[in-house]
């Protein structure tokens, strides 16, 4: 995927939700053209005419009673137009609603200052995969989200795919989608949520089911220990300085709570959900100073001797 | 051109009680925004109330029914005092009013003293949670006007002991009684909420 | 033709401006209560606030011109966009609107006074302090930072740890008591002060728009009181009203503030359509059509305006038929909202239009209103909305329809009573250049929002990635505000330097309108009203027949006040007006130490209490033995009548 691609819009359905929704849209902003238009040569008109009637002296146009019958056929119109879109807008809405499906892949999204924690459901818990701050969707196929916060209000939106969902601690809540069209897709935080709730993005993509269930499989899986020595190091570092108290990476001593899950990290398409490209550059500058590109963020910086650098970025190159 | 003709009004008292006062309004305007804010509290119990499964929370006893029957009582009765103030100020009879002025006052130390031992009865802290926080909140913003109020009536009191007293005082007097009805009235529905809630619902 | 009493200089008249003016020099600034001047300090500070919260703004939008290297860091945008938007809806719309309401609302009625006018004067030292208090705050870098509507848990102390969430919530206190008391002493007034023959049906529709909006701000405002006592003491003390880990919602607050904050709009629009209402009268001249219809409408927007609130939080998760109720509702407040917009243009086709300032602004009211309230319909839909919520779609909707709705129909409203407060006219052509200027920065600043948020802009972002594509609209946005920043600084020169233009003297009533604050001079003199002209229609300077009635009989030497009954206007008593007094600006001093105090320590509130009583005190204690206007006590025999009595042998008409 280029850099340049980045889809984050309404206009742009890739999915039946955000697709409904989007003639919704066109008929309101029809509709409004037509009313704002009608109105304001109303008003020019009546400007015209109560201009003459000042300039030329001559009686005012219009008597009271047509005047009245004007303003009531007027208003008249106003309420059907405006129950017409109540309609429109309820249907619109249940129809939304209806687009779900038994089977849907589920997936629990919470939110935290300033990152995604993604787990997707199964019946058997060995099978759940757990990543962060990025999510797959099989092509047509239902999902449903299952949003909650660990610590203040975020909100989930994926514009091309379905209207945003609020994620409040001690409420869960399940939005539905479902993506029929391949390509990658950008969410992003749509409730203010603090300092970097400007970074606070992901990564969407859609793809072919076998696809889909190929990167979860792999999802599913530990990390693989680290083949060659320098990557055996980036191990040991990773697991005795500080990293292994926030982050996890399955497979490995490393099993921090508060921040994303790692164990798949190199495979990711942005860094910082979403603030930076993933390459291993990137990796690297953001281990040394987080706080730069992502100022006020929980992750503090990590300023190492070059060679040890190396070594704990050789290793997470492996984490794919 | 006509001379405008004149609208004499100076026969028309210098003053009048009830609603054609200013003072009545005013006092009315108030009324309406502290009973807004009661209702809105009151609303906010029953939501929080909707958030949790137990009510009170396991371990919390509802508060003592006592004190709070005994202050509500004791301010129901203090009614009658603030009554007999009231139709004293509009006969412009100084005497009463000082009289039942003082009287109201003794219920208001009465009522605040009570007011105390009803907190410490309320069987929960502010800070435990939720349910402790609307209780303290609903008790608490009575309270704020059985304070105010025994303070403003107090000085109202001074006004017409020591003076210097004027007619229109007495219009003063009338509202104050109106406002001490509302805060009286007010506190019903929270009596009914912060006791019986927990108990019946 | 002049209808007032006389002409200068007649030593009654003389004899009745010195009963009535405030006492001259600093001491009598600080003891002021003439309506007059509250309104003018009411108007002149909350520009200032505007000032500030545009420049708030300019910052804000020299941020987002450009993706990514932003010249503000997160910690500082974050105030200046929670400064900007408290500011705009506490220190500026409101107070501006209460203002003019309280400089007009008793000239419009025909009155010497406001009612309360020492509560009046209070309410204005609580407003300054309060806004003086945030900027004194974010200068000390505790500006509020977690958003005007400062959204729990993201507000309380484990996520807002610093005093700046206390000090918003502070501010809401200072603003709302100020707004409660304006309200009351403007229902008052509007009830109990009309001139006789101001029946109901012939109160100006700018009157009936504040008498709504003050019964909105007396139901409206306890709520966001209660949310934001309900803040502080969470953040203070313990409590959890609003924190999820011992049983606290953080939807709570969403309901307490919206509760509030959807009348809010209703409060500052309402007075802008009244404005409206005034000046398509005066300018199409003829009566208002559909002057029932327009009431009507006026008390239905109100009332609907309370039944909204739920339309702000579509993006929760709530129960599909409740928010299809919030739909419903939000759509339908278009309809006497629409009626009003019908009967103004009925109003201008058949009346005979002069198109001079304040007719443009009313003007570009139309156009940038409508348009505000059309995308208002859009967000009322519940699926539309889940896409646009928190988006610039939303900050494009409501500048359009807070700026064409309240601000334009505000800038009309200086334009047309520029002259009555300062007795000058503002020049027309720099008039012209004016709204040129800020229609045109207007909607090439937020036009373009709308299409942001469609291409996926969330709201409250400090700065965004290069490769989102919003960086060429941004620009357009900016460059909008230069433009509108033009055109407020060409109407600050104006304002300043219009007594210098030749020519700009104003006259008693320089539009030719009908209603009776132009009965008296501009500037109006202390106590306004030598003579009340009574009211023979709802236009009375157009149509009072020559021998309409004026008020005589009001007692010499005493601020002597007509009252009046409530439906039909009939005199009833008289009531003499309290005198200047330092004791409103004390007072508010010591409410300003408690309330700033309490963000620090549950003290406060104890020790803080007593200079406010003490004050209290001072305020209420009769001065003199003739304070009131009544015999002193004891004397045999009553002059106030008892409820029940009718007055005393009432006067010839």
């Known amino acids: ?320 | 051109m006509s001379t405008p003709q004149v609208l004499d009004v100076s026969g028309l008292p210098p003053g009048a009680f009830g609603s054609r006062s200013l003072m009545w309004w005013g006092t009315m305007g108030i009324v309406l925004i502290e009973g807004t804010g009661f209702a809105l509290a009151i609303v906010a119990y029953f939501y929080v109330k909707t958030r949790v499964s137990h009510w009170p929370p396991a371990g919390v006893a509802p508060p003592d029914l006592l004190w709070g029957t005994v202050n509500t009582l004791v301010l129901l009765a203090s009614l009658v005092p603030n009554e007999l103030a009231k139709a004293a100020a509009v006969r412009v009879d100084l005497r009463r009013v000082r009289l039942w002025l003082l009287v109201c006052l003794a219920f208001g130390v009465a009522f605040n003293a009570i007011r105390a031992l009803e907190f410490a009865h309320l069987n929960v802290w502010w800070d435990r949670d939720s349910y402790g926080s609307v209780a303290w909140l609903l008790l608490g913003l009575h309270t704020t006007h059985i304070v105010t109020d025994f303070l403003d009536s107090a000085v109202l009191a001074a006004v017409m002991i020591a003076g210097p007293v004027e007619e229109h005082r007495f219009v003063d007097v009338e509202e104050n009684a109106v406002y001490w009805y509302f805060v009286v009235l007010a506190w019903l529905p929270m009596y009914g909420v912060i006791y019986w809630a927990p108990r019946l619902i | 033709m002049n209808l007032h009493v006389a002409s200068a200089p007649d030593p009654k008249r003389l004899a009745f401006e010195r009963t009535w003016a405030d006492p001259p020099g600093w001491r009598g600034r600080c003891a002021a209560i003439d309506h007059k001047t509250i309104g003018r300090r009411y108007l002149v500070t909350a520009f200032a606030f505007f000032l500030l919260g545009g420049a708030l703004a300019a910052v804000m939008r020299v941020q987002l011109a450009r993706p990514g290297h932003p010249l503000l860091g997160p910690d500082l945008y974050n105030q200046v966009f929670t400064t900007h938007g408290t500011t705009m809806m506490f220190l500026f719309a409101v107070p501006v609107m209460q203002g003019l309401g309280i400089y007009f609302v008793p000239l419009m009625v025909g009155a010497r006074s406001i009612a309360f006018p020492r509560l009046v004067a209070y309410s204005y030292w609580m407003f300054l302090f309060g806004g003086l208090f945030l900027y004194t705050s974010l200068l000390l870098n505790a500006g509020p930072d977690v958003g005007w509507f400062s959204y729990p848990p993201l507000a309380e102390s484990l996520y807002a740890p610093s005093k700046r969430a206390d000090v918003w919530a502070q501010l809401i206190t200072f603003t709302e008591v100020a707004s409660l008391a304006v309200a009351v002493a403007l229902v008052t007034t509007v009830f109990k002060l009309r001139t006789p023959g101001m029946t109901l049906n012939r109160i100006p529709a700018f009157v009936w728009a504040q008498v709504v909006t003050s019964f909105m701000v007396m139901f409206a405002m306890p709520a966001v009181m209660l949310a934001s006592t309900a803040l502080i003491l969470d953040r203070l003390v313990g409590t959890h009203f609003f924190d999820v880990e011992q049983a606290g919602d953080a939807l709570l607050w969403q309901h307490l503030f919206w509760f509030f904050g959807h009348p809010e709009v209703y409060i500052i629009f309402i007075p802008g359509s009244g404005l409206v209402s005034t000046i398509v009268t005066t300018f199409s001249r003829r009566h208002l059509f559909g002057y029932l219809a327009v009431v009507l409408s006026l008390v239905s927007t109100a009332f609907m305006g309370f039944g909204l609130w739920v339309h702000h939080m579509f993006a929760t998760g709530l129960p599909q038929l409740g928010e299809s109720f919030f739909t419903a509702a939000s759509i339908m407040i278009a309809i006497p909202t629409g009626i009003q917009i019908f009967c103004w243009i009925a109003t201008m086709w058949s009346g005979r239009v002069s198109v001079k300032a304040p007719m443009l602004w009313i003007l570009g009211f139309f156009a940038i209103f409508v348009a505000g309230g059309l995308t208002g319909v859009m967000l009322a839909a519940v699926p539309l909305n889940t896409q646009l919520h928190d988006t610039f779609f939303v900050v494009a909707h409501f500048h359009y329809v807070l700026i064409g709705g309240a601000v334009f129909p505000l800038f009309a409203g200086f334009y047309y009573w520029y002259p009555k407060i300062t007795g000058y006219l503002l020049s027309e052509r720099r008039g012209r250049w004016v709204f040129g200027l800020l229609f045109t920065g207007f909607n090439l600043t937020f036009f373009p929002m709308h299409v942001l948020g469609l291409h996926g802009m969330p709201r409250r972002i400090y700065t965004y990635l290069p490769e989102m594509g919003w960086g060429p609209l941004n620009v357009l946005a900016t460059g909008g505000v230069l433009l509108m920043a033009c055109g407020v600084l060409l109407f600050v020169f104006d304002a300043l330097a219009a007594r210098a233009s030749v020519g700009a003297e104003a006259g008693d009533d320089p539009w030719g309108a009908g209603t009776l604050e132009w009965a008296t001079s501009s500037p109006p003199p202390p106590g306004n009203f030598p003579s009340p002209l009574t009211a023979g229609g709802r236009e009375p300077l157009w149509d009072n027949p020559p021998d309409q009635p004026v008020v005589v009989g009001l007692r010499p030497g005493v601020r002597d006040v007509l009252v009046t009954h409530v439906l039909d206007a009939e005199p009833d008593h008289r009531q003499k007006f309290p005198d200047p007094s330092p004791w409103p600006l004390l007072t508010a001093i010591a409410t300003t130490g408690l309330f700033v105090g309490s963000i620090f320590t549950p003290w406060a509130v104890v020790w803080g209490s007593i200079p406010v009583f003490i004050t209290m005190v001072g305020w209420f204690w009769p001065r003199s033995a003739s304070d009131g206007g009544t015999r002193p006590w004891p004397v045999a025999g009553r002059t106030l009548p008892a409820p029940g009595e009718l007055p005393a042998a009432g006067g010839a008409i």
């Not at chain 1, 119109?77 to 109540?86: A, R």
């Not at chain 1, 309609?87 to 935290?112: I, K, P, Q």
């Not at chain 1, 108290?245 to 399955?250: E, G, L, M, P």
Request: charged share 20%; aromatic share 6%.
């Open chain 1, 1 to 320: 995927m280029a850099p340049g691609e980045v889809v984050q819009s309404v206009l742009e359905p890739a999915g039946p939700h955000a697709a409904a929704i989007r003639h919704l849209w066109l008929l309101m902003l029809w509709t409004s053209v037509a009313v704002f238009v009608a109105v304001l040569v109303l008003a020019g008109a009546a400007l015209v005419f109560g201009i003459r009637a000042r300039r030329h002296g001559g009686p005012p146009h219009g008597s009271e009673h047509l005047l009245g019958k004007a303003v009531g056929g007027a208003v008249v119109l106003t309420c059907i137009v405006l129950i017409g879109l109540l309609v429109a807008s309820v249907w619109t809405g249940r129809h939304v609603a209806s687009l779900r499906a038994d089977g849907a892949v589920t997936v629990s999204v919470t939110g935290h200052q300033w990152w995604w924690e993604v787990e997707y459901e199964d019946v058997r818990p060995s099978r759940r995969a757990l990543t962060a701050n990025e999510l797959h969707v099989p092509l047509h196929r239902s999902v449903v989200i299952k949003v909650t916060s660990r610590d203040v209000i975020h909100s989930l939106w994926i514009p091309n795919l379905q209207g945003k969902r609020d994620l409040i601690p001690g409420y869960t809540t399940a939005i539905w989608l479902q993506a029929d069209q391949p390509g990658r897709f950008r969410g992003q935080c749509a409730e203010f949520c603090g300092l970097q709730h400007a970074h606070m993005a992901f990564d969407v993509v859609a793809e072919p089911d076998a696809e889909f269930e190929g990167w979860l499989e792999r999802l599913r899986q530990p990390a693989q220990p680290p083949a060659g020595e320098v990557a055996q190091h980036g191990l040991e570092l990773f697991s005795t300085r500080r990293c292994a108290s926030c982050h996890t990476i399955r497979g490995t001593e490393a099993a921090g709570q508060v921040a994303p899950d790692l164990t798949h990290v190199a495979s990711r398409l942005t860094l910082g959900s979403g603030t930076l490209p993933n390459t291993p550059s990137h990796r690297r500058a953001w281990i040394a100073d987080p706080q730069k590109p992502k100022p006020g963020n929980q992750m503090p910086p990590n300023p190492l001797p070059e060679e040890e650098m190396s070594a704990l970025g050789a290793y997470l190159d492996t984490l794919r």
